[in-house]
């Protein structure tokens, strides 16, 4: 009689190998990674409807909605909020994160007052609300939020700070570098792309860059 295979002997009870028990586990833990993501997008999807299903809320609604959410699993303490002028901006500078230091926060309002942008007419808000470091998977779980900031702020125009924000605004994958210099549109809104304030401040070309973004922003707002 000819062997019945692996499988078949496992059926008629024979104990299986180290090897089929390391492979059964692997299957395992990918299942249930992918069962947790497909969870989380049903989650994400649902609670995106609710805040961009007719009427944006107002940021009030939506920033207590933010205080309360619990999603990322790594969270420490309740999420941040945006903190500079959220009143009727020109422009929304959205970084990677709300957690801007006082030192970064007053090297951006530098550089729009070089690139003579009034700072009234600026506000700035981060793709994640509760990490200082944002990756793919924060974003995802935050981005609800800053699309309903965005329909509720309805600026003239969206700079994202860097390739983070632009990917997670546009929803496909883009390089700073390639995507300097141009008017991208998100639904309605118009975006452009320009360097991190982290990456620019480190001086040389990418800061050169930044700073003519930045005026390409006044020329934007001024019609020329």
């Not at 991190?196 to 001024?222: I, M, T």
């Amino acid at each position: 009689m000819d062997d019945p295979g692996p499988i078949v002997s496992q059926a008629l009870g024979a104990r299986p190998g180290s090897a089929e028990i390391r492979l059964l586990s692997r299957l395992a833990q990918e299942l249930d990674s992918r069962l947790e993501k497909h969870q989380v997008r049903e989650v994400l999807a649902a609670l995106r409807e609710e805040l961009l299903d007719g009427a944006p809320p107002s940021l009030e609604e939506l920033h207590r909605k933010v205080r309360s959410c619990r999603r990322c699993p790594t969270l420490e303490g309740p999420p941040m909020l945006p903190r500079w002028n959220l009143v009727n901006p020109s422009v929304l500078l959205v970084t990677e994160s709300s957690q801007l230091s006082d030192e970064r926060v007053e090297g951006l309002a530098k550089a729009l007052e070089r690139a003579g942008l009034d700072k009234k007419k600026v506000a700035i808000t981060g793709v994640t609300r509760c990490h200082g470091q944002a990756g793919a998977e924060e974003a995802e779980r935050c981005s609800p939020f800053l699309d309903a900031e965005i329909a509720a702020l309805r600026p003239q125009l969206v700079l994202a700070m860097g390739t983070l924000p632009a990917r997670t605004i546009l929803g496909t994958e883009v390089r700073v570098a390639d995507a300097r210099g141009r008017l991208f549109f998100a639904g309605a809104t118009a975006l452009m792309v320009t360097w991190s304030p982290g990456y620019a401040f480190r001086g040389g070309r990418p800061q050169e860059e930044y700073f003519e973004d930045l005026s390409a922003v006044g020329r934007f707002l001024n019609g020329s």
